[in-house]
């Protein structure tokens, strides 16, 4: 099993409300990804990180943003929650030699109300 | 960029029988062909891949071919049995600098 962490696992809070998701990660990768993922399946690329001061934003646009400070860290923070912000957000990494394979987090779900 | 197909969106089996999702890539220079799945309550987790140079890989019950001519891949399942009820979802990428593009899941009901 994969070493990725997110914290926390459920989120329940209210409109305009900051949050910080954290995500981390033991295994040095260098390149880490958030994805958005609703009830319908489909993984939405938020935002991403080839490494240290390194961060881009996805294919789906997010209010949310993200740092790098740390390989092992890559926390998410949305300033103010909105109710179209419930969804479930999956942190993954992934190294830069060999295979793409992407190890993913169990994940948060949060619920905005 | 990228662009991955996959289908069907739902597939419903009975226990033993074999289960075949299929997934289309539009990017002729993608090497790397994952698929993951997605037990509920969690994140996905990477089953089996395949390289751009192989055409069939195998692993006990699970298979994936890879026609590249034809752009598309396709992940096999046999003798299936409850446990692999979950969401599966197929990934194409060219490594480097390029991100990993998904299918849009396709979720697997096997009915004991």
């Known amino acids: 099993e994969a070493d990725i962490y997110q914290t926390p696992r459920y989120l329940v809070i209210g409109t305009g409300k900051k949050i910080t998701l954290e995500c981390s990660q033991t295994?040095?990768?260098?390149?880490m990804y958030w994805y958005q993922q609703d009830p319908g399946m489909e993984l939405h690329l938020i935002h991403y990180?080839?490494?240290?001061?390194?961060?881009e934003k996805g294919d789906l646009s997010s209010e949310s943003t993200v740092s790098r400070i740390r390989t092992e860290h890559f926390p998410l923070t949305l300033e103010s929650a909105r109710p179209s912000h419930t969804s479930q957000y999956l942190c993954?990494?992934?190294?830069?030699?060999?295979?793409?394979?992407?190890?993913f987090g169990p994940g948060t779900r949060l619920t905005v109300l | 960029g990228e662009n991955v197909e996959q289908h069907p969106s739902t597939l419903s089996v009975q226990e033993g029988d074999s289960a075949v999702i299929k997934c289309t890539y539009s990017d002729s220079a993608s090497n790397y062909f994952p698929w993951y799945k997605q037990e509920l309550g969690k994140g996905p987790q990477l089953i089996i891949d395949?390289?751009?140079?192989?055409g069939e890989k195998k692993d006990q019950r699970i298979a994936v071919t890879l026609n590249k001519t034809a752009k598309h891949f396709s992940l096999h399942i046999t003798e299936t049995q409850p446990e692999d009820s979950a969401v599966y979802f197929c990934a194409a990428s060219t490594g480097g600098y390029q991100k990993v593009t998904f299918g849009t899941g396709t979720k697997l009901q096997v009915i004991p």
């Open positions: 395949i390289r751009s140079n192989v």
């Open positions: 295994m040095g990768h260098d390149k």
């Open positions: 990180s080839y490494g240290v001061n390194s961060t």
């Open positions: 993954a990494s992934s190294e830069w030699v060999g295979t793409d394979t992407q190890y």
